[in-house]
Nanobody
Framework: QLQLVESGGGLVQPGGSLRLSCVAS????????IGWFRQAPGKEREGVSC????????AYADSVKGRFTISRDNAKGTIYLQMNSLKPEDTAVYYC????????????????WGQGTQVTVSS
């Protein structure tokens, strides 16, 4: 079965950090651009960050720029989202997706999605 699996979510206090991981099952991520998205309760899903297949190009939504870092280790088949200085408004389910290309910080023509991992920022 071809799928993506996210991990690393949890409950963290404001100002804290989490690192999300995204791995592929049944296929290789090497040739895909990868995007991270999030969806907060009652809100539409939004793009957070995107990274090119080589890892040479990254982009971030203004709301997370300077706090989040996307990276990839193609040898391990894993994409990461390092999240620092977390705020309550970062609370959401975070999803990774594999697709054709990044358009700024948002992935286009996605082919595979994960089931999501919950991130809750609260004191």
């Amino acid at each position: 079965q071809l799928q993506l699996v996210e991990s690393g979510g949890g409950l963290v206090q404001p100002g804290g950090s989490l690192r999300l991981s995204c791995v592929a099952s049944g296929f290789t991520l090497d040739y895909y651009d990868i995007g991270w998205f999030r969806q907060a309760p009652g809100k539409e899903r939004e793009g957070v960050s995107c990274i090119s297949s080589s890892g040479g190009s990254t982009a971030y939504a203004d709301s997370v720029k300077g706090r989040f870092t996307i990276s990839r280790d193609n040898a391990k088949g894993t994409i990461y989202l390092q999240m620092n200085s977390l705020k309550p408004e970062d609370t959401a389910v975070y999803y990774c997706a594999a697709g054709r290309y990044c358009s700024g910080y948002s992935l286009r023509r996605s082919s595979y999605w994960g089931q999501g991992t919950q991130v809750t920022v609260s004191s």
